[in-house]
């Protein structure tokens, strides 16, 4: 087949993969052809099915929200496997990661540890932003599963194994991912109005994962009616006497009103 039938994203990524080593460039053209006539009996890998999975991955004692979103992030870890092994004809030896559920406070929404070949998603995240979750992050981190593998069949030299560059891009865009390395979740205002509307028991346990970002510290200064909420590294540096911070308006020195209250994206300021 020639490229002519390729759609213009397709020549787009022929041309990065070109960039990066011809060996990748073949193997993305071989994976834009079976994209183009995907195959009649698609590959389904036998150990990896669902029921099976769920299994291997107990929810019990979480709740039935967390359960709940537990089992549509490894129902569509599969879909986005599945759609690897027909896209790049991996077989067997493109083995199904180990999945992991994290809720510690942390700047990414999910990872890939190639160490133990596993993937660990924020519990929090997915309830939060939930179909908008299973439709990027989860296909962005299965390419870096592929991305990890391609490096290890040495299809890609090592700079390119990790990271957001070229080869993650196109990987990510073939698995239905943006590419993009970040993943923007609502903002502060719009997490606590669509909060509002959700039933209670899913509010209190978004509560419960919510991420701890530690506390504000209250400070006043002369300013009528005006607080200083100051976060606990200034609040330290007024403690032990390293440092002063003044109010802009009044230029008086903030003053610690004792009050101690923690931050959260459910208060609404
Ligand atoms: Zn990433
Ligand atoms: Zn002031």
New binding site residues.
Partial sequence: MSTENFTPQMQKWLTNAQKVSQKFATFVRQACERKLNPPTKPWRNKEVVLVKLLQEYPVKDQGVHVAHWQQKVIKKCLEVYNLALDLFAFRQEFTFPKIEFHKHHTRSV???CPGDHTLSFHIFTIILEQQRYLDDVVP??M??VVQHYLYREKIIPRKYAS??DLV?QILAQMLGSTGK?TFQISQEEQISQRLQSQQASLRQTLKNLEPKKGNYYHYHCACANKEHKLKIIRHNNIQKGKRQYICLKCKQTLKFTGQVTPISIFTSE
């Fill in positions: 999910g990872w890939f962005h981190e390419a870096h990271g957001h993650f390395a």
